[in-house]
């Protein structure tokens, strides 16, 4: 007798754990639901302004945006303007003698547009990203000759530097050129719908209308050009907002088809 009761208890302990562990099954899967956030993010370039800062040659300013379209898929695009003043020198390895070849000024604005997917499998409730994309960009723009001097490798006349070719500075505008970019780049959530990001950008140049008289040297938005290169590189690192727009759950998998048995 007590040895039935004990196998009876034992049977009833089992059936009793096995519905509630149904239970809170059942009751987890109906109140936890898996949403995604859904909206726009802009921010602003925080290299630019700080490069700034830190080259009186430098000034310029870029802001940011992305949009989620899918569950790992952003439309991106940046926009802004720089203006750099850079030029070439000539010394030796005493650093003596050392003479200006041309100081220029470029100014101009550009647009990049493109495309970001996520990489990253993200935790629930977290919205960071490992990222990768691509910005088809442009740019518009003008550029200053401040002042040349003419290279001449008879340094008999002028053992100390070179003949001056303009003085009054020279303004070539209407120029443009676009190029392709390829990134890299993280993305984390700070705090609350705040975001900090970088990403480090490959740029091929396609196209690149220069003047008669001197070449584009700097780019806005590209940067340096390269003499014998039509590759560039280029970086951001950027702060964001979220706005959240609305909320949508990820698409349930489909349950395979059950095989249907085949009558003989």
Not at 150 to 173: C, H, I, M, T
Not at 250 to 259: A, I, L, N
Request: net charge neutral.
């Amino acid at each position: 007798m007590l040895r039935s009761f004990i196998s009876l208890f034992i049977l009833f302990i089992c059936i009793a754990g096995r519905s509630q562990s149904d239970s809170l099954t059942v009751k987890s899967k109906d109140s936890v639901k898996f949403s995604q956030r859904y909206g726009l993010r802009i921010g602003i370039d925080l290299s630019k302004p700080i490069r700034g800062l830190l080259d009186e040659n430098y000034n310029g300013l870029e802001f940011v945006a992305d949009f989620r379209v899918t569950n790992r898929l952003y439309i991106a695009a940046e926009v802004g303007n720089e203006e750099f003043t850079g030029n070439e020198i000539l010394d030796n390895t005493d650093n003596i003698n050392i003479v200006e070849l041309y100081n220029y000024t470029t100014s101009g604005s550009y647009l990049k547009l493109g495309v970001d997917f996520n990489t990253y499998e993200n935790w629930y409730g977290m919205s960071n990203a490992i990222f990768i994309g691509g910005r088809y960009a442009g740019s518009t723009f003008s550029q200053t000759l401040n002042s040349n001097t003419v290279y001449d490798s008879n340094r008999y006349w002028l053992p100390d530097g070179f003949a001056v070719g303009q003085s009054a500075p020279n303004e070539f505008k209407s120029l443009n050129a676009t190029w392709l970019e390829i990134l890299f780049g993280i993305k984390v959530e700070l705090f609350n719908n705040f975001y900090l990001s970088a990403s480090a950008r490959l740029a091929y140049l396609f196209t690149n209308k220069e003047s008669e008289v001197f070449p584009n040297l700097w780019i806005p938005g590209y940067g340096r050009v390269s003499d014998n290169s039509n590759f560039g590189a280029n970086y951001n690192y950027t702060i964001s907002y979220f706005i959240p727009l609305f909320q949508m759950k990820p698409k349930k998998p489909k349950k395979p088809k059950e095989d249907v048995p085949v009558s003989e």
